[in-house]
């Protein structure tokens, strides 16, 4: 079945850093959506991105489709960017397991 | 935005007891799918649907039930609570299949 590796697993970064997540799965997306689990365990849509580059606030998203990897760029990161960032491929979502991502003040 | 909500946002249940999960959803969307999360994992999709009164499997279906009586409610349904499926169960839709889909708050289900 697909499948759909993240990495690094965790990350931490002094408040103002900027961070680079990455993703890469077994098989060409026809979706591929970035989400944030906070630590209180909900889930938001970050960014829908199967191909090229995205944008949103301090957010970019490039997915390159024929080499199957996705990258999660967070700029100036702020304490509130705690949490779990999450890639999923295709239309019924097959999952990474996450990057966890702590910023210190 | 979409909004999803689910019901109830924890319960307990034993081994052996039937359990149902609600799904609700107030923009319209076609697809709805259940997902559980287990610790230190990503989530895993259990039953999705694309229209009420179809139910299609997902990647785990093994042990659930799904119901979708309405285009807004969908309902995941345990028969024979187990242990193994103490989990976080999140339900999501999507006003069609290659869209973005929104999440509700989820359900923590533990099984003693």
Same mark, same amino acid.
């Given at each position: 079945?697909?499948?759909?590796?993240?990495?690094?697993?965790?990350? #931490?970064? !002094?408040?103002?850093?900027?961070?680079?997540?990455?993703?890469?799965?077994?098989?060409?997306?026809?979706q591929?959506q970035?989400f944030? !689990?906070? %630590?209180?365990?909900s889930l938001v849509s970050?960014?829908?991105? %199967?191909?090229?580059?995205?944008?949103?606030?301090?957010?970019?998203?490039?997915?390159?489709?024929?080499?199957?990897?996705?990258?999660?760029?967070?700029? &100036?990161?702020?304490?509130?960017?705690?949490?779990?960032?999450l890639?999923a491929?295709?239309y019924k979502l @097959?999952f990474? @397991?996450?990057?966890?991502?702590? #910023?210190?003040? | 935005?979409a909004a999803v909500t689910q019901?109830?946002?924890?319960?307990?249940? #034993?081994?052996?007891?039937? #359990?149902?999960? &609600?799904c609700h959803q107030?923009n319209?969307h076609d697809y709805m799918y259940w997902y559980r999360q287990?610790?230190?994992?990503?989530l895993r999709l259990i039953h999705y649907s694309?229209?009420?009164?179809?139910?299609?499997?997902g990647?785990?279906?093994?042990?659930?039930?799904? &119901?979708?009586?309405?285009?807004?409610?969908f309902?995941l349904?345990?028969?024979?609570?187990?242990?193994?499926?103490?989990?976080?169960y999140f339900c999501a839709s999507s006003d069609?299949g290659?869209d973005t889909q929104y999440f509700g708050p989820g359900t923590?289900?533990?099984?003693?």
């Open positions: 079945g697909q499948q759909v590796q993240q990495s690094p697993a965790s990350l #931490v970064l !002094q408040e103002g850093e900027n961070a680079e997540l990455q993703c890469n799965f077994s098989s060409t997306a026809t591929l970035w944030y !689990q906070s %630590p209180g365990g970050l960014l829908s991105n %199967p191909s090229g580059t995205k944008h949103t606030g301090r957010l970019t998203s490039t997915t390159v489709t024929k080499e199957r990897r996705s990258s999660l760029h967070i700029s &100036s990161s702020q304490t509130t960017d705690s949490g779990t960032y890639c491929m295709g @097959t990474g @397991t996450g990057t966890s991502l702590l #910023v210190d003040p | 935005e019901s109830p946002r924890s319960k307990v249940a #034993v081994t052996g007891g039937k #359990v149902t999960l &609600s107030t319209n287990d610790t230190g994992h990503g694309y229209v009420a009164d179809s139910t299609e499997k990647d785990i279906p093994d042990g659930y039930k799904a &119901s979708r009586p309405s285009q807004e409610n309902s349904i345990l028969e024979l609570a187990s242990l193994s499926q103490t989990a976080v069609w290659q923590r289900l533990l099984v003693l």
